[in-house]
T-cell receptor, first 113, second 115 residues
């Protein structure tokens, strides 16, 4: 079983829709939670970063973390064609031994006009 | 502010050869990490270097190695290439210290194809 599970999609939604992306994890040591967006032929770009349970909002994006259920979500409001990309959840357990991110396999999103 | 720079962007190698990839981190970042990205496995952690020392290593065979120079630039090497090593290799840099993941920034990657 993988430490981080993510629905691979692909997910296709109409412009303006609310998108919900989810990941579950099994490692209780994970303390930091991130969402990255990756366009084709590009490296991942950090969208959201949080280290506590609850919600964090940034513009059209809301990240939600539920540590008790080991579940994180990313919501995109008023989705745009430019949001079409692969979304990766990532997690880290910082133990003093450096930084190491564990990623989900990514969800491919397409927002259609 | 310049981002993370990886060279070359694309590379084609023959099975059995070796390859060296380069990564220049964001100015001031001292930690450099490497990841392999494939369609089947996603992004997998290779190793991390900080102040020229490897401080974290993923589950990859010894054919994968790396190093970091005093200016924080890093290289990774893959020896005796196999077809399965075809992947996008990503480098990420982060600010000094552990846990500064808000500044964890990726480069655009090197696309390696082994034929």
């Amino acid at each position: 079983q993988k430490e981080v599970e993510q629905d691979p999609g692909p997910l296709s939604v109409p412009e303006g829709a609310i998108v919900s992306l989810n990941c579950t994890y099994s490692n209780s040591a994970f303390q930091y939670f991130m969402w990255y967006r990756q366009y084709s032929r590009k490296g991942p770009e950090l969208l959201m970063y949080t280290y506590s349970s609850g919600n964090k909002e940034d513009g059209r994006f809301t990240a939600q973390v539920d540590k008790s259920s080991k579940y994180i979500s990313l919501f995109i409001r008023d989705s745009q064609p430019s949001d079409s990309a692969t979304y990766l959840c990532a997690m880290a357990a910082i133990t003093g031994g450096g930084n190491k991110l564990t990623f989900g396999t990514g969800t491919q999103l397409k927002v259609e006009l | 502010k310049a981002g993370v720079t990886q060279t070359p962007r694309y590379l084609i190698k023959t099975r059995g050869q070796q390859v060296t990839l380069s990564c220049s981190p964001i100015s001031g970042h001292r930690s450099v990490s490497w990841y392999q990205q494939t369609p089947g496995q996603g992004l997998q952690f290779l190793f991390e270097y900080f102040s020229e020392t490897q401080r974290n290593k993923g589950n990859f065979p010894g054919r994968f190695s790396g190093r970091q120079f005093s200016n924080s630039r890093s290289e990774m090497n893959v020896s005796t290439l196999e077809l399965g090593d075809s992947a996008l290799y990503l480098c990420a840099s982060s600010p000094i210290g552990t846990g500064n993941l808000n500044g964890y920034t990726f480069g655009s990657g090197t696309r390696l194809t082994v034929v």
